[in-house]
Every structure is written in structure tokens, then in C-alpha cells.
């Protein structure tokens, strides 16, 4: 398994100001994830971020409203810009462990946001 | 993409009962993963199950990849056990992205 820690754990900020969330796993990973769930709901992915490349998008997701840094193989950090109400959320990064045909993921505690 | 669908949405127990939970999917995957959300909203990870039977004390998973459905089974259900159970996913051609099931909320009552 993997421990993962985020950083903060729960924040309320201001309509359009930004919060980068840390993310943060105890061993080296290649693929990192970055998912968002709206309040009562599912998740959702927002990106894919592998280390050494750009982060990869799902469809309604956009770079300028969620950068996503990757500097090495054991961070991550996501960037909610301009926060609109609609930005409350629980987002969740998790990490591929691989190996002997595995694919299991691993989820970060999350970061509740709230914004008003 | 891979559509994913847990039933039922909602469950009711009580605690010492029985219960089932199921998880369809409409194509070929290389993850199946059972989670169960706490009240906190940590994911606790049940099992990776693509394929095949698992057990872990009082709860236990089965995969049937060909007809592509999963089944969660809690037995003895505890208070503890109540919160969002999710089912996800992820295609073979997917490279990780899970898929997520709307969950099924589960409340054991003493």
C-alpha cells in the first residue's frame, strides 16, 4: 500500500482567490490523479499527472482553471483559480501502485473546500 | 467512456444482517476496486478485484469480468460499516483513469 497525506485538509476561502492543494505519497509513483467530489455526490476525475510530462485533462476540466504541478515522483500539487462557490468540493489525489499484473489505487485523505 | 452502475443506490440495516451490493459495467476493465467512504470522506480502499473472489473478515467480493458485474458482500453488519460504498473502474485502454459508480449509501442501525 502507500500513505498519502494532503495538505491542507480543509480550507474556506474567498470567491476568486486560488488554493493549491499539496499532495504528498511515502514511495516513488509514476501515475498520480487528481479527482474532485461535489458535495453528496461521486468523484470524478479531474487530471492525470505524470512526472516528466504535461498533465492530461479530462473533458470539462481546463488547465487554467486547475494547474497541476508535478516536480518529482513522490508530489503533486493542483491549483483551484478564481474559486466560484461551485468550487466546494472534497478533491482527492490518489497513486497507481503497480506490479505483478496490479493495478491498484491509493487515495490521499482529501481536502474539503469550501468557498463563499 | 465505461459506464459503471451500483445498486441499490440506498440500504438500510440492521446490524447483525446481511447485505449485497452489486456493481455493473459496460466494457473490459483491468481494475475493479471496492471503497468504502467514511463520514470523514476518507477512502478506504476493500478490495482490487478485476477478477475472481476475495475475503477480509466479514466482507468478501466477487468479479465476474465475462458477464461484468461485481458483487460485495457484507455479512454480520456493525454500525462501523455504514457510510458510501463505491464501486470503480478502469477500461483496459484507460491507462488508470477509474470510472466511479454513483455508490451506495449504507446505514446500520444498533
Known amino acids: 500500500s502507500a500513505v498519502i497525506s494532503q495538505k491542507p485538509s480543509r480550507d474556506i476561502c474567498q470567491r476568486g482567490t486560488s488554493l493549491t492543494i499539496q499532495c504528498q505519497v511515502d514511495?516513488?509513483?509514476?501515475?498520480m490523479f487528481w479527482y474532485r467530489q461535489q458535495p453528496g455526490q461521486s468523484l470524478t476525475l479531474i487530471a492525470t499527472?505524470?512526472?516528466?510530462?504535461?498533465?492530461?485533462?479530462e473533458s470539462g476540466f481546463v488547465i487554467d482553471k486547475f494547474p497541476i504541478s508535478r516536480p518529482n515522483l513522490t508530489f503533486s500539487t493542483l491549483t483551484v483559480s478564481n474559486m466560484s462557490p461551485e468550487d466546494s468540493s472534497i478533491y482527492l489525489c490518489?497513486?497507481?501502485?503497480?506490479?505483478?499484473?496490479?493495478?491498484?489505487?491509493?487515495f490521499g485523505p482529501g481536502t474539503r473546500l469550501t468557498v463563499t | 467512456g465505461i459506464q459503471v452502475e451500483q445498486s441499490p443506490p440506498d440500504l438500510i440495516l440492521q446490524e447483525g444482517a446481511n447485505s449485497t451490493l452489486r456493481c455493473n459495467f459496460s466494457?473490459?476493465?483491468?481494475?475493479l476496486q471496492w471503497f468504502h467512504q467514511n463520514p470523514w470522506g476518507q477512502l478506504i480502499n476493500l478490495f482490487y478485484?478485476?477478477?475472481g473472489t476475495k475475503q477480509n473478515g466479514r466482507l468478501s467480493a466477487t468479479t465476474v469480468a465475462t458477464e461484468r458485474y461485481s458483487l460485495l458482500y457484507i455479512s454480520s453488519s456493525q454500525t462501523t460499516d455504514s457510510g458510501v460504498y463505491f464501486c470503480?473502474?478502469?477500461?483496459?485502454?484507460?491507462?488508470?483513469?477509474?470510472?466511479f459508480g454513483a455508490g451506495t449509501q449504507v446505514v446500520v442501525t444498533p
Open positions: 470503480a473502474v478502469a477500461g483496459t485502454d484507460s491507462w488508470g483513469k477509474l470510472q
Open positions: 499527472a505524470n512526472q516528466g510530462s504535461e498533465a492530461t485533462y
Open positions: 514511495s516513488q509513483v509514476t501515475m
Open positions: 478485484i478485476p477478477s
Open positions: 466494457d473490459s476493465v483491468n481494475n
Open positions: 490518489s497513486v497507481e501502485l503497480t506490479g505483478r499484473s496490479s493495478y491498484e489505487q491509493y
